[in-house]
């Protein structure tokens, strides 16, 4: 149980740093753990409204909103519009270039942030 949040943690830290902030990171781990709802195309999709992702993340629609833009600048992730029941809903898929640079080693861990706080434990301990 234990292992398994640590990785979990280190997967979200690794969408954190690829992402290059908070929310994205979020956004990215979500899309890159769901399960694909949707098969179009021969494509697996993961199908899902703004609002849906604000709600599954625990993030505001508008950091939703502000995060989207900057996964698909960094090509981590594909967005389509399609159909689902009678409403138009973005479709999502995780590229092949963000598991390539997510498996590798380049991912740097520790943000700037992180290595304040260890430096700021070493001079207390």
Not at 15 to 36: E, M
Not at 61 to 71: D, E, F, G, K, S
Not at 96 to 122: C, I, L
């Amino acid at each position: 149980m234990f292992n398994q949040k640590r990785r979990l943690r280190t997967y979200l830290t690794r969408c954190i740093t690829l992402a290059g902030s908070l929310p994205a990171g979020v956004l990215l781990f979500y899309l890159k753990s769901a399960t694909p709802n949707r098969r179009l195309k021969h494509r697996e999709y993961v199908a899902v409204t703004h609002e849906e992702l604000a709600r599954a993340t625990l993030l505001t629609p508008r950091q939703v909103r502000n995060a989207l833009p900057t996964l698909y600048k960094k090509g981590w992730v594909v967005a389509e519009q399609h159909r689902r029941g009678y409403k138009t809903v973005n479709h999502y898929i995780v590229t092949k270039e963000f598991y390539e640079a997510f498996e590798s080693d380049d991912v740097k861990y520790h943000t700037e942030e992180s290595t304040q706080v260890a430096a700021w434990k070493a001079t207390q301990g």
